[in-house]
Each structure stands twice: as structure tokens, then as C-alpha cells.
């Protein structure tokens, strides 16, 4: 199986921040990368599909990069509305699997 | 509107069953493949399983194989996960998920539209 480790865990950041996050692949994952958004209590939501495309209506300050094992999702300007938890998943071979989670929390 | 509503979760003794139900409206459900994906505090989001649109291919993650059972009723838009010889370790959130397909009807593998979760608990 295809091991997807994230760092940081969490995140301490304020308004307006630059967030970067990273994703690493235990083997090459070509551009089978997704980004997710949970908050409490609801579901995850889709930000990013194939490691850089945009799901429609997710604000532009939302932006992944990367290729091969390392991947990188981007908050441009961090938002009020964007303290929640991000998850990656990995979309090459079954079973998908996702990272650990990383907690953006207020500073 | 799009929307996955799923359902069935409950409490359940080890060694039991339970069928989980996903209901799809809003879109051409035979066109999409599906997953189940199921999370917990400790082990967070673990996808389960995937069955393609026709329904002619199903996937599962080593864990329940020969356990649990994806299928898909595409008259009724509905989408079921048959969950027997429960653990303890299959206690969790369950969702199911819709696969990202663009128009041109190309997978992208992620999932786009998920359900609002429902809850299997495996105890004495």
C-alpha cells in the first residue's frame, strides 16, 4: 500500500498568513494527488484533484503543486473561514489511501 | 442539486451484520463510481471500498475483503455496502463518495460530492 505522510500535524497561523502544506508519497503517485478540507462534524470537501486542478467554486487562494512523491497545497492569504483540518489522498492504485491530517488552527 | 444520503449505521455486537445505504440524486448516478470511506479519531479518513458505474468492478481494501460487500442498484440510484463479520476495529464514521468524472467522462479519482456520514459501532 501507498503510505501518504503530512507535515506539519498542525499549524499555528493568523489572518492573512501564508499556509503551506506537505504531502509525501511512500512511491511515485504521478498526478493521482487530492486535497481535502474537513471542518467538525461535516464531511470532507474536495479542493484539489490531479495536484493542481481546482474543484469548481474553491476560492483562488487555494493551490497545489507537485509531482512524482512530493506534493504541496497552498493558502494563499489564509482566511477566518479556513481554520479546519486538510487531508491528501492518493488516487494512483487501489486501496486509495490519505494522509494523517494536518490541523490549521488560530495563532 | 447533487447530493449522497447515507444511512443504516448502528449499533451492532461483533461478529454481526449491518448494510450500510447511500442514495445519490441530482446527477446520472450509473455514470460515476463510488466509494465507501469510513473514519475514526485515531485512524482518520481510511477509504474501504470502490465499485465502477455498471458495477462490474469492486475494490476493497485488505481489511474487510471477504467481509464486506460493495453493490450498486442504479434503478434505485442507490449504493450499499453489506457489512458482515463485524470488529471492533470497523467502528467509525462511514461515508459514502462520489468519484470526480469530468464531462469528456475522464475519473479523476478524487471525491467530490460525499454523504453526511453515518455510524457503525462494533460492541458487547
Known amino acids: 500500500d501507498i503510505q501518504m505522510t503530512q507535515s506539519p500535524s498542525s499549524v499555528s497561523a493568523s489572518v492573512g498568513d501564508r499556509v503551506t502544506i506537505t504531502c509525501r508519497a511512500s512511491?511515485?503517485?504521478?498526478?493521482?494527488l487530492a486535497w481535502y478540507q474537513q471542518k467538525p462534524g461535516k464531511a470532507p470537501n474536495l479542493l484539489i484533484y490531479?495536484?493542481?486542478s481546482l474543484k469548481s467554486g474553491v476560492p483562488s487562494r487555494f493551490s497545489g503543486s507537485g509531482s512524482g512523491t512530493d506534493f504541496t497545497l497552498t493558502i494563499s492569504s489564509l482566511q477566518p473561514e479556513d481554520f479546519a483540518t486538510y487531508y491528501c489522498?492518493?488516487?494512483?492504485?487501489?486501496?486509495?489511501?490519505f494522509g494523517q491530517g494536518t490541523k490549521v488552527e488560530m495563532k | 442539486e447533487v447530493r449522497l444520503l447515507d444511512s443504516g449505521g448502528d449499533l451492532v455486537q461483533p461478529g454481526g451484520s449491518l448494510r450500510l445505504s447511500c442514495v445519490a440524486s441530482?446527477?446520472?448516478?450509473?455514470?460515476?463510481?463510488m466509494n465507501w470511506v469510513r473514519q475514526t479519531p485515531e485512524k482518520g479518513l481510511e477509504w474501504v471500498s470502490a465499485?465502477?458505474?455498471?458495477?462490474?468492478?469492486?475494490f476493497y481494501v485488505d481489511s474487510v475483503k471477504g467481509r464486506f460487500t460493495i453493490s450498486r442498484d442504479n434503478s434505485k440510484n442507490t449504493l450499499y455496502l453489506q457489512m458482515n463479520s463485524l470488529r471492533a476495529e470497523d467502528t467509525a464514521l462511514y461515508y459514502c463518495?462520489?468519484?470526480?468524472?469530468?464531462?469528456?467522462?475522464?475519473?479523476?479519482?478524487?471525491?467530490?460530492?460525499w454523504g453526511q456520514g453515518t455510524m457503525v459501532t462494533v460492541s458487547s
Open positions: 512511491q511515485g503517485i504521478s498526478s493521482w
Open positions: 489522498q492518493q488516487a494512483n492504485s487501489f486501496p486509495r489511501t
Open positions: 465499485i465502477s458505474g455498471s458495477g462490474d468492478s469492486t
Open positions: 490531479a495536484v493542481s
Open positions: 441530482g446527477f446520472t448516478f450509473n455514470n460515476y463510481p
Open positions: 463518495a462520489k468519484n470526480h468524472v469530468d464531462p469528456t467522462g475522464y475519473s479523476f479519482r478524487a471525491f467530490d460530492i
